[in-house]
């Protein structure tokens, strides 16, 4: 008798296993970011150029409960290199003095979002509270004469007590499903504290614009759709 109650036990306890399972998503993503700076508090259109942006990579780990109607809450946790750079050079009668400096913020991230999903498309809005970990500056000038001669200096320093430690902004990505569990997205994140404690007019207000794939560690049934 034991046995024969043991049996569908089992079974409606690895059905349940399975169904719980559907309800969560665990994703990793890799992907290349670009950091950008706006100068105007609620125009987010405004931006720094392409060549005195940030460029690096980004990874963050996220996870999702699943409702009805393909409707999904998260919570992620990433690490991006936010801030500034730029270049110039002075000419001069007795030589060329081109200067370059780097404003690097690295910040570890927690976004909330809301994701609603359309067949292969999804869509996810939320906020975004960053906590400063560190920040630099490097610099470097140079001094080219004509008949050749350059001097050139280089350094950089710690500079974390120069910025606010924290930020709050908002989310959008949009997203496509390329295989089963990986799917391409372009996510936009904006932050509306202005980090730099000083005036600037190169140092205002944080823009990240992140590509990344995304990976789905949940075993989920086929026709769930991430």
Aim: with cysteine.
């Amino acid at each position: 008798m034991k046995n024969k109650l043991l049996v569908p036990l089992v079974c409606i306890l690895f059905s349940t296993k399975l169904n719980s399972q559907s309800k969560n998503d665990f994703i990793v993503q890799l992907g290349y970011s670009q950091a950008s700076q706006s100068p105007n508090a609620y125009n987010v259109f405004l931006t720094s150029y392409w060549d005195q942006n940030i460029h690096n990579g980004f990874f963050n780990f996220e996870y999702y409960r699943n409702f009805k109607n393909k409707n999904s809450i998260g919570i992620c946790v990433q690490i991006v290199e936010k801030c500034f750079q730029n270049n110039y050079t002075f000419q001069y009668p007795a030589y060329d003095y081109n200067v370059r400096y780097t404003y690097s913020n690295n910040y570890i991230e927690c976004p909330l979002t809301y994701r609603k999903s359309f067949k292969k498309f999804f869509f996810n809005t939320g906020v975004v509270f960053s906590y400063l970990l560190f920040s630099s500056k490097a610099s470097s000038t140079k001094r080219t004469y004509p008949n050749g001669d350059v001097s050139e200096f280089r350094g950089s320093n710690i500079d974390t007590y120069s910025n606010k430690k924290y930020d709050v902004g908002l989310l959008i990505r949009f997203g496509y499903q390329i295989k089963n569990r990986i799917n391409l997205n372009l996510t936009f994140t904006r932050g509306f504290i202005r980090p730099y404690i000083y005036p600037s007019d190169e140092l205002n207000y944080n823009e990240v614009f992140m590509l990344g794939l995304r990976y789905n560690l949940s075993k989920w049934k086929k026709d769930l759709f991430i």
